[in-house]
């Protein structure tokens, strides 16, 4: 497995603060809710590997937007909510915006169960637009490399499927940057994670960038 | 001398604190994590202490909070990346008497350390 030094660990994590600091700060303003962030820990894994890395703290049902990025440094970009927290947030961004999916509503009138609300596809898919942007912005402004974003596109699917298809789609993807950031808001109601997965060279490019950011600061100080 | 205790898990951001630091004449010290800064807190008492909000295993606001409890008289001013207004009010309210973000400006810095020393 690819392993970072200390230095890169280092630098990396204090980018990815600055960069989920913005990220909560947008959600909070959204939401007019406070974000609680925790420290940043940063690892890479073969992307093979990364369902069972994943499988440690993301339980349950999830929402994913993803995001593919290009530029100097190009990959994928993943939000992950939990599905419960999809369901709060896109209700405390527009509460009067009902949502419910007509596949759920029919399979619930055929179990006589009591109707499923679903998260709002185009809420939460913006919501995912305004943070992933809002961090990798960051990102590109502070190590001064030029990013451009796709369409967000939103997946209420299990994280497996998600990630298989990646594989599938890019060889070259092979490294997933994990940035196992947690955020919460409302009591824990809702809880993130953010996933930045990169080909080779783009991680290369990524940590030669953020080395070189890192010197630059000391140097500045 | 004026003792100042920077409080960061990233050992990056203490060693640009301590670099922006160094033209004055400060006394440094260092902690690593929330544990180590209540430590050396009540060992040293420092005129000043940077803490960050974001850390493994108490966070920075916390961290305030259990200090000011002890000592009202602690003067900390939270140096983290989080921009968030509500952020800076609960700090406020815990009895931060300074704020700054990252990344630092080093103007800024001592700026904000110079306004608080002289208020006391």
Known sequence: MKELTEKQRDALSELLNMGFARTAASLSQLTGNRVLLDAPYVSIHPIKKLSKELANFVTGEIATVQQIFTGNVSGNALLLLNYDGALVLSDLIDPDLEYEDENDQKNDQKNNQKKRKTPNPEILTEIGNILLNSCMSVFGNILNISISFSVPRLYLEALDGLLHSLVIQDEEMRYAMLVYTSFRLKENAVTGYMIMILSVSSLDNLLVAVEHWADELLEDA | ?120
């Open chain 2, 1 to 120: 001398m004026v003792k100042i205790l920077i409080t960061d898990d990233s050992s990056l951001s203490r060693k640009i604190l301590k670099k922006m630091l160094s033209q004055e004449d400060y006394e440094i010290m260092e902690a690593e994590n929330g544990l180590r800064a209540m430590e050396v807190y009540f060992l040293e008492k420092p005129d000043v202490m940077l803490l960050d909000l974001a850390m493994p295993d108490i966070s920075g606001l916390e961290v305030l909070a259990k200090i000011r409890e002890l000592d009202s008289q602690a003067k900390i001013i939270i140096a983290t990346a989080d921009l968030q207004d509500l952020t800076i009010k609960a700090t406020q309210e815990a009895g931060a008497v300074g704020y700054i973000t990252k990344p630092f400006n080093k103007e800024k810095v001592l700026e904000t350390i110079h306004q608080v020393l002289n208020n006391s």
